[in-house]
């Protein structure tokens, strides 16, 4: 009878699952059918032409806005752009670029390449490759004018502080340095930062800088991974199993399916399981990132110092589409050794009706425990074990440092004082009134929400130079109020636009040189590596 039973309710299971996929599946075909007679239709009788392929890639970019901010297409010139992201090599000049209605602006020069040695400037802008005129072109085609196979050349027309250049360059083979600087702080402290992990590179890159500095004395290690925005998920691994035994839980993987679903171990016995360790970490530190800082974390393996990390608790993967496309899907959620997922943003929950996103660290976090047994917890990103004793950053300075201000202000700077001598520059009081006085009267990079909605109100009256005096005064006004919060952190600002400054003058190289000898965080970690009996009472329980 309980045999009988138990067949009956499994039959029922399963036809009930069967016609659960059925209906799922019938609604998909629904949605697709619907989406092809709607295109059919509007290609023939739409009154004006329309591109097809435009139209298609706006289509599924906007079905894509809702969900998390990873999950994208790419249309064929978006794909070799990824590709680059991920593997760091390509036929171009040696710039990272960002693009403006009148062209694309270098927002940094690398070392040593094509558009370096050509004299091109970070701030300059190009606005015709080729005698292509850049403002009359879509901006989706901008990024592949600049790359192709190395030895081609390109006649450039740039902008530079209003005045007008006439560039000839040459295509090089850019091959990014994951690694761009390391040494020796001490005798026996050594120090290597990480920018970004691509695949492959940023594994033998870190292999190479320890092995050199083991070979020059080191018995201490501090390892930056600030500003770090991630990128290859095994590279992630690869990087922890530097410190930690073979066979050890670096990372889980949790998707929807069983495929999607994974344990990442270290495999390969370690370069170095004792050497103490700092790793330094801010709120652009995300992603694999943080998979390296919360393993070595739960593991007891390091001291985590600096700021909060970002929260990415996601894993992407690549799919190939038909025509040379490619869709980058958010497949799995990631859980660190401990069990924790420290995702930020709770994407599956956003308001339908102001798109806010909720935060998972705005609800009660749940709590784990290290190797050791110390309290670590989720939501959020990694938090370090010592935090820097910056000042606490205000919603206006989030907005500022996602802006474009500061790099126009620095841009400017340079302009103003061509000869600086960038070593041992400080950024002082002086100057962050200047930089506090660009943003009152110069600046519209950072604006406020309360400035964009009144700006807003300002352009729908009719007759509105009637009331401009009025707006003006309160536009100001409301600037000033922007302004008084962001003097709040004036300690990190300063620091942020300084090191833009040195950069601009001395290459990556030389800003993590005046990091080396200047930076607060950095000098701490010496400190702390210096006091045996305080780095491992921090990573007792």
């Known amino acids: 009878m309980k045999n009988r039973t138990a067949l009956i309710l499994g039959s029922l299971i399963i ?31 739409y009154i004006d032409e329309i591109n097809p392929g435009d139209l298609t890639d706006k289509a599924i970019k906007n079905t894509l806005q809702n969900l998390d901010p990873y999950t994208n297409f790419f249309n064929e010139q978006d794909v070799e752009d990824a590709r680059i992201s991920r593997e760091g090599e390509y036929g171009g000049l040696g710039i990272s670029t960002y693009t403006i209605n009148k062209g694309i602006v270098i927002s940094e020069v690398y070392k040593g390449f094509s558009a370096d040695k050509a004299g091109l400037k970070v701030g300059d802008i190009i606005t015709t490759v080729n ?19 190395p030895g081609k050349k390109l006649s450039l027309r740039v902008n530079r502080n209003g005045a007008t250049k006439n560039i000839l360059v040459e295509l090089d083979k850019v091959i990014l340095n994951p690694v761009p600087f390391y040494d020796m702080i001490d005798a026996e402290t050594g120090y290597i930062v990480l920018t970004r992990f691509i695949s492959q590179k940023a594994t033998e890159g870190v292999v190479n800088a320890f092995a050199d500095l083991k070979k020059r004395g080191m018995t201490k290690l501090v390892f930056d991974l600030r500003y770090n925005p991630g990128g290859s998920l ?63 974390q739960d593991y007891d393996r390091a001291v985590i110092m600096g700021e909060r990390s970002f929260g990415k608790g996601l894993v992407q993967r690549y799919f190939d589409l038909s025509y040379g496309t490619q869709m980058k899907i958010t497949i799995s959620k990631y859980y660190t050794p401990s069990g924790r997922c420290i995702q930020e943003l709770d994407y599956a929950n956003r308001d339908p009706k ?33 935090v820097s004793d910056f000042s606490k950053k205000t919603e206006e300075t989030d907005e500022l440092l996602k802006s474009r201000a500061i790099f126009n202000f620095v841009t400017d700077f340079t302009y103003q004082n061509p000869n600086l001598s960038a070593e041992n520059y400080t950024f002082t009081s002086k100057d962050f009134n200047s930089f506090k006085e660009y943003l009152l009267r110069k600046d519209t990079a950072f604006v406020s929400n309360e400035e964009r909605l009144f700006q807003s109100a300002y352009k729908s009256v009719e007759n509105n130079k009637i009331i401009t005096p009025e707006y003006t005064t309160i536009i100001q006004q409301l600037k000033a109020i922007k302004v008084a919060k962001i003097v709040e952190n004036q300690d990190l600002l300063s620091k942020e636009i300084e090191n833009e400054i040195v950069e601009r003058y001395t290459y990556k190289e030389g800003m993590y040189k005046h990091l080396f000898k200047n930076d607060i965080t950095i000098k701490n970690a010496v400190t702390l590596l210096n006091d045996t009996k305080k780095y491992n009472s921090i990573l007792e329980k």
Do not use: C, H
């Open 234 to 296: 095994y590279d992630a691994v690869n990087i922890t199993n530097l410190f930690i035994p073979k066979g050890l839980k670096v990372v889980d993987t949790r998707g929807k399916s069983q495929k999607n679903s994974r344990t990442y171990k270290t495999n390969k016995d370690p370069l170095d399981a004792n050497i103490p360790i700092v790793v330094l970490i801010n709120g652009r530190s995300a992603s694999a990132s943080e998979i390296v800082s919360g393993a070595l």
């Open 131 to 149: 005698d292509v005129e850049l403002s009359s072109t879509e901006r989706s085609q901008f990024s592949q004018m600049l790359k192709g196979v």
């Open 354 to 386: 102001t798109g806010k996103v909720p935060k998972f660290s705005d609800t009660t976090l749940n709590e784990f425990t290290t190797k050791n047994g110390r309290k670590v917890y989720d939501g959020g990103g990694v938090t370090p074990d010592i």
């Open 15 to 45: 036809i009930s699952l069967f016609f659960s996929f059925q209906s799922r599946f019938f609604e998909i075909a629904k949605q697709i059918e619907i989406y092809n007679n709607l295109f059919k239709e509007l290609n023939i009788n």
